[in-house]
Each structure stands twice: as C-alpha cells, then as structure tokens.
C-alpha cells in the first residue's frame, strides 16, 4: 500500500500585498505527520509533501513526481482558505492518474460533511473529524459503510457512514512522522519573539476545548479534552532534541493549563531533565495563578498567550464565556511579575463591533504591558457557532481563500465601509508595535538577553519593512 499525503499552500496573505508570512511563522503540519505515523505503522509506504515550503513551479513538479510514484491514495488536510487550493491539487492529480483515490480531512472539510463530497467531485472520500481512526480502517481496506467518520461515493451516491464513536488515546498514538517532512527542522520557524534560541519547533500536547466562544470552529474535536501524559511529552520532547536539537517548543495545543495536575508534572519533569527545554504555552483566563506561573517558570516557560479577543466588554460577553477584563488585566500583570513573557491574542470585526469598541481595545492594551500583540481580522468559519446567523449582523463576502484571518471577509453593521475597518486595524496594531514604550520595555531588553532574535530581524529585516509599510499605507487610505 502507498500512500501520499499533501498540505496544500493555500491563501496565506492579502491580496495584493506582498506574502511575507515566511519570515514571520511556518509551523510543520503536525496533524498530516501523525496519520504518516499512523500509516507507516499499518505497514504502508508514505510519502509527505508540504507545499508550503516548496516554490510554485518546484511544488507542482513535486506533485508530479508524487502521482508518477503511483500511490493508492492521496490525502489532503486543509483549512477552510486552503481547502480550494487543495482541491484544485486534487483535480490536478485526477487529470494525471484518474485511479489514485482523493481522500480530504481537516477543520473546513468537517463542517461540510457530505457536501464536500457533493459539491466536489473529484474527492471520493472526506474523514469527518479526527482522523486517524478512519483514514487507517480506509487504506486498510475496511468496507467505508462501516468507518464512523467517512463520507463515501456508493454507486454515484454519496454517503456518510455516520458521526465517529471511536477516538484515539493520545498516548499510544506513534510520534509524527518528522522524518518524512523534507527540510525539518530547518525549513519552519516560530514566530518571531517567540523563542530564546535557534532551535525550536511547535508541538501539539491536547485535543479539543471545553468551551464554545462564537468564532471558534470545533467540528474536528466538539467540546471534548484528552491529552497526552506528562511522560510522553517529555519523551516527544527528548526524542526531538536527540534526533534534531530542538531545545524549544511553542506547545500549541487550545487550552493547555486546563488539567492542572499535568501541567504541575510536565514542569517538575523539565526542571529536572538534563536538556535545556524551554516551551510557549497557551493560557486561558481563570485557569492561571500565582503557583501556576511559578510551576510554569521553574519548567522553562518562555512566555504565555492569553486569549483575550477585545477590550469592550459587553463584545466580550457576547463572544467569549467567562472572560473579565478586569480579571485580564490582573493576569497579565500576575504573568509578567513571574518573569515570563505575555502576549495578548485580539479579533477585531465580531459582531457587533463598532469604531468606538475597537478605539476602547486600543485604550486596554495600553493599559496591559503587553510583551506582544496578535490582532485576528475576525472571519466567521463555517462550522463555528457564529455562521449560523452571520447575514443577520452585517454583511459578508464568503470568499473561503480569505478566511486566513488576515482578511476581512465579515464588515459588521456599525463600520460603514471595508476601507474604515483597514484603517482601524492598522491603528490597532501601530498603537501598540509603534510605541516607543514598547520598544524600550519589551523589545530591546528581549533582543539583549535573546540575541538570536536579533538575528531573525536582521535576516528577515527586508520583510518586515515591507509588512510595517504595508501597515501605513492603510492608516494614511
């Protein structure tokens, strides 16, 4: 059995602008290595292609060269902004060798359950939800009316073989596939900022989040939560220091402090390994404290993300369950007193954003001493609790390339124009990255005690010029 696996470019950017997420960020795609793992442990040859990181004419030479391997499948994982380049991808491969079967998966493809299969006729199968179950039960040549979690052609009529039951312990699932991924580690960077030294990775520790905010797509996992022991993920982390140095890791999973107990383990487990690790993690507001911090520093954590996603509150309590600003602001402050980094995660363009909501985020990132700032432009995913009633609060351009959150493609009844929200952002995000306290409070000390990050800027520095530039020409529009 061969089986080849691809992540698709997709859109990455603005239209128009000049793409330089290549210095900024460019994460392996973990899921795909795990069902390679998943694949290679049925016995299969595998093969991985990330488009990503190849040139346009070098990718589609690749692709080539995969079809010409003659594998029995070929999957694609993708997100709802690459799931249209993922399938002009497949269309390509069929007009190859109509005889490789085209399986899809991933966020967007769960959303649509049987109508990707309706709506696009060169994919004979879709993984609903988490993958690895199905996709090993399909290439092992299960019947698909058995596989929960399959949509499938029977006799030119699609099926789906029903909601999945099965899912896998995390813990027994092999390490992904970092061998078959051409240019690991070196090809994929963390953002920038975001790491004390040189060698780092991302790595994925949970599944799933209890909690339903409005612009959150759960059709992969729902409102589930498993994770892996503190003793696989010091194994996980081991093995990839061993094989490839890797010292840090940007753990990115949803909610990663949400089992306290393991989180307490993990950290007591670092500050006692012989490695010198050091990790970002993701914090939700309610689920840190003052010995929770320290836990975290004593481990080696770098710095923490806090989901806080605006600074009007009435915007909050219609988006986001249980957060307080008041409660945000003594968090960050609790954070940055342990000696770790903080960095706020905003969406701009919910519903029922205004101008005046988006001048009061503005004041309370201020007020916050942030050490960085990620400003999402707000798009509302097709399996997200918010697209249910979208038309109903302003109007939307469903253009799925866009939905990278790097685009508006929902302007909400109170701007009166898309060229106003551009503006607005623009000031949102030079408010903060253009202040000089910023600067002399964050940014020069991390680049003293960090100097690798220097590094990055002055490698990069061309690309950075262009995305500031990119910023002023819309607040001067």
Wanted: with cysteine; charged share 20%.
């Amino acid at each position: 059995m061969k089986i080849a696996l691809v992540h698709p470019e997709g859109s990455n950017w603005i239209p128009g602008q000049k793409d330089v997420t290549t210095a900024l960020n460019r994460m392996p795609p973990i899921g795909i290595l795990s069902l390679a793992a998943m694949a290679e442990k049925t016995g299969a040859e595998v093969k991985v292609l990330d488009l990503l990181v190849a040139e346009p004419n070098e990718g589609v030479e690749k692709l080539k060269s995969i079809v010409e391997w003659k594998p029995d499948f070929i999957g694609f994982s993708t997100t709802t902004s690459s799931f249209l380049d993922g399938y002009e991808k497949a269309c390509f491969v069929k007009k190859l060798d109509p005889a490789i079967k085209i399986i899809f998966g991933g966020v967007h493809v769960s959303s649509l359950v049987s109508k990707v299969l309706v709506k696009f006729p060169n994919i004979d199968f879709a993984i609903i939800g988490e993958g690895e179950i199905p996709f090993a039960k399909l290439i092992n040549g299960n019947d698909p009316s058995t596989i929960k979690g399959l949509v499938y052609r029977d006799n030119g009529e699609v099926k789906y073989a029903g909601t999945p039951t099965d899912f896998v312990t995390l813990d027994e699932l092999p390490l992904p596939a970092y061998h078959l991924l051409d240019g690991y580690p070196d090809a994929y960077i963390l953002p920038l900022l975001n790491t004390p030294s040189a060698h780092g990775t991302s790595l994925i520790s949970s599944r799933g989040c209890p909690y339903t905010c409005d612009f959150c797509d759960r059709s992969v996992f729902g409102r589930s939560f498993r994770y892996n022991s503190a003793e696989y993920i010091i194994d996980h982390m081991t093995f990839l220091y061993q094989k490839y140095h890797i010292r840090h890791f940007n753990i990115y999973d949803d909610l990663f402090t949400l089992k306290r107990k393991r989180v307490e383990e993990l950290c007591d487990k670092l500050a006692k390994s012989p490695y010198p690790f050091s990790f970002n993690c993701a914090v939700r507001i309610g689920y840190v404290d003052r010995s929770l911090l320290k836990s975290l520093k004593k481990g080696g954590c770098f710095g923490v993300s806090l989901g806080i996603e605006s600074g009007d509150q009435e915007l909050l309590n219609k988006h986001k369950m249980m957060v307080d600003l008041g409660v945000v602001e003594e968090t960050v402050h609790m954070i940055k007193k342990s000696g770790i980094r903080a960095k706020g995660l905003f969406i701009m363009g919910l519903p029922g954003e205004t101008p005046e909501t988006v001048q009061k985020t503005i004041a309370f990132i201020r007020r916050l001493g942030l050490d960085e700032l990620n400003v999402s432009k707000f798009a509302p995913f097709p399996g997200s609790p918010s697209y249910n009633d979208i038309d109903e609060h302003g109007l939307l351009d469903n253009d799925w390339r866009k939905m990278n959150c790097l685009n508006f493609v929902f302007k909400p009844s109170g701007f009166q124009s898309w060229e106003e929200m551009d503006r607005l952002y623009s000031q949102l995000v030079l408010s903060f990255y253009g202040s000089f306290w910023w600067y002399l409070r964050s940014l020069i000390p991390t680049l003293i005690m960090y100097p690798h990050n220097l590094l990055m800027i002055l490698q990069h520095l061309r690309k950075l010029f262009i995305a500031r530039n990119q910023f002023k020409v819309w607040k001067q529009t």
